[in-house]
């Protein structure tokens, strides 16, 4: 079991390293940053996060926006710093998982109350503007053959199991609030290991699908889900909040312009769209950039 999981995590790495350059870091890559005339979007480091900065990029250089791009940024952990030392002026979030980390112990539940405490809860100098009906949760999914075999409907029905089984997820994974740490909290969860992967991505699957994790931490818009017919499970206990996606920005660049553009995305924006967008993009293989200017060009935004 030890060896697979190095060896999963050094192909990590090692495609972290060829997507993002040897070395680089998208924090401290180039200028325009601290540019007032400047709008630096970043994104975190799956696909989704790409594609919906994608979309406010393409968006606010439309309206006439000087935009540069800094994807691919580790996490949370990451970038919520660099909206407030001017690295990053935006980047698309997730409003539950944001309050999480920004408040591990937050009693919010619906919805509203996410949003009204998140408003409150983002770092001096950052806004979050409105949020889009649109949704993408964080889900433990098995293999339909698991499911089965220990009769799994919900997260509660892994108690019985875990200590012999192995959770898949993104490294930060083991310690946030919406991860391991509220699992064994909330649920009382205890896995026999914790395998360090990606963000819901192609290594997560692969090691599920193949039987060298039990569990996986995956995204409720992922096409995985229902082309490997795998089984998500209930989260009876309300681990994880209201997930609805909305832009989180530096305050000082938020002119009435670029919150009118962003607003405008948020109104129009659905979960069955991101949904259809990702197969494209993860299943069809298509551009990202071709996929969210489709996307804008049917949307009706400020002129």
Not at 59 to 74: C, K, M, S, T
Not at 171 to 188: C, F, H, I, S
Not at 245 to 251: C, K, R
Request: overall charge negative; charged content about 20%; proline content about 6%.
């Amino acid at each position: 079991m030890r060896h697979w999981i190095v060896s999963l995590f050094t192909t990590l790495i090692l495609l972290g390293v060829s997507a993002c350059g040897l070395g680089s870091n998208p924090l401290s890559a180039g200028e325009g940053g601290g540019d007032p005339n400047t709008i630096v979007v970043g994104s975190a480091n799956f696909q989704e996060s790409q594609l919906l900065a994608t979309i406010y990029a393409q968006a606010l250089r439309d309206r006439g926006l000087d935009v540069q791009e800094r994807f691919n940024i580790a996490s949370r952990e990451a970038y919520v710093p660099g909206l407030t030392d001017g690295s990053i002026d935006l980047i698309p979030e997730y409003s539950g998982a944001l309050l999480q980390h920004l408040k591990p112990e937050t009693s919010a539940q619906t919805r509203e109350e996410v949003l009204a405490e998140l408003k409150t809860a983002v770092p001096k100098g950052t806004v979050v503007l409105n949020a889009s009906s649109a949704e993408n949760k964080d889900v433990l999914a098995v293999s339909r053959e698991t499911a089965e075999r220990y009769n799994l409907k919900k997260i509660s029905d892994l108690e019985p199991h875990a200590a012999d089984l192995t959770l898949g997820g993104p490294p930060e994974w083991k310690t946030r609030q919406n991860g391991v740490a509220g699992l064994e909290k909330l649920y009382g969860l205890h896995f026999k290991n914790f395998a360090p992967l990606d963000s819901g991505g192609p290594l997560t699957v692969s090691a599920l699908t193949n039987g060298q994790i039990d569990v996986a931490d995956l995204f409720s818009t992922d096409p995985a889900i229902s082309d490997h017919d795998l089984v998500t499970l209930q989260d009876d206990r309300e681990l994880f909040l209201p997930e609805n996606i909305l832009p989180l920005a530096n305050s000082s660049k938020v002119t009435p312009r670029v919150a009118e553009t962003l607003n405008a995305i948020s109104v129009q924006l659905t979960t069955d769209q991101i949904r259809s967008m990702i197969r494209r993009v993860v299943t069809e293989r298509e551009n990202p950039k071709t996929v969210a200017r489709e996307w804008l060009y049917h949307a009706a935004l400020p002129a």
